[in-house]
């Protein structure tokens, strides 16, 4: 199972907001930078946020991230029935010498 | 554009090999890391293996260590993963991905559509 633990689901209405969050260890998150990933329905993983912060081009600023300490959270405003996705997070792990993704959350906009 | 196009997916019997091809256009390939990422029917994301911008290193998940094996041609611009000794729990969508900063600081920025492996009797 995932070192990286993740709430397997969130909701919330068209407009609002939502929190992800991704707990980890020293060994990853605390001492590493954190990445995340959004997969539409049927499709490929995309990049949302690379370290810990940063937006790629052509991602919305609705979509924001962060970390403090072991763990890092996924911030989505505006929330909009096209977020409804799968969301990881991923960092590498220093001591299994390995990446790691989170468990994975369900965004569902209701 | 980039694109990275998976290819070599089937449905094998346990204890055979297989190998997945992966190939690479719209920017500089002999210039990045390279990942493979499998996600099992209905589960999430598991990183499989990285090989180097010039294949001087490899690193796998524990879980495939010893029976698979990644590898790139830079002059082709693709990569491989030959996968031997295949188990059911091998069965996944298999994802090739372009890595982008050190260990640290690693994301995967691209990745293909992915090639699915069914591995069963």
């Known amino acids: 199972q995932s070192v990286l633990t993740q709430p397997p689901s969130v909701s919330a209405a068209p407009g609002q907001k939502v929190t992800i969050s991704c707990s980890g260890s020293?060994?990853?998150?605390?001492?590493?930078?954190v990445s995340w990933y959004q997969q539409l329905p049927g499709t490929a993983p995309k990049l949302l946020i690379s370290?810990?912060?940063k937006r790629p081009s052509g991602i919305p600023d609705r979509f924001s991230g962060s970390k403090s300490g072991t763990s890092a959270t996924l911030g989505i405003t505006g929330l909009q029935t096209g977020d409804e996705a799968d969301y990881y997070c991923?960092?590498?792990?220093?001591?299994?010498?390995?990446?790691?993704f989170g468990t994975g959350t369900k965004v569902t906009v209701l | 554009q980039v694109q990275l196009v998976e290819s070599g997916g089937g449905v094998v019997q346990p204890g055979t090999s297989l190998r997945l091809t992966c190939a690479a256009s719209?920017?500089?390939?002999?210039?990045?890391?390279m990942h493979w990422v499998r996600q099992a029917p209905g589960k999430g994301l598991e990183w499989v293996a990285v090989?180097?911008?010039?294949?001087?290193?490899?690193y796998y998940a524990d879980s495939v260590k010893g029976r698979f094996t990644i590898s790139r041609d830079n002059s082709k611009n693709t990569l491989y993963l030959q996968m031997n000794s295949l188990r059911a729990e091998d069965t996944a969508v298999y994802y090739c991905?372009?890595?982008?900063?050190?260990?640290?600081?690693?994301?995967?920025?691209?990745w293909g559509q992915g090639t699915l492996v069914t591995v069963s009797s």
């Open positions: 991905a372009s890595g982008r900063g050190d260990a640290d600081t690693l994301y995967f920025d691209y």
């Open positions: 719209g920017f500089t390939f002999r210039n990045y890391g």
């Open positions: 090989i180097w911008y010039d294949g001087s290193n490899k």
């Open positions: 020293s060994s990853n998150i605390g001492n590493n930078y």
């Open positions: 370290d810990n912060y």
């Open positions: 991923g960092t590498w792990d220093s001591s299994l010498g390995a990446y790691v």
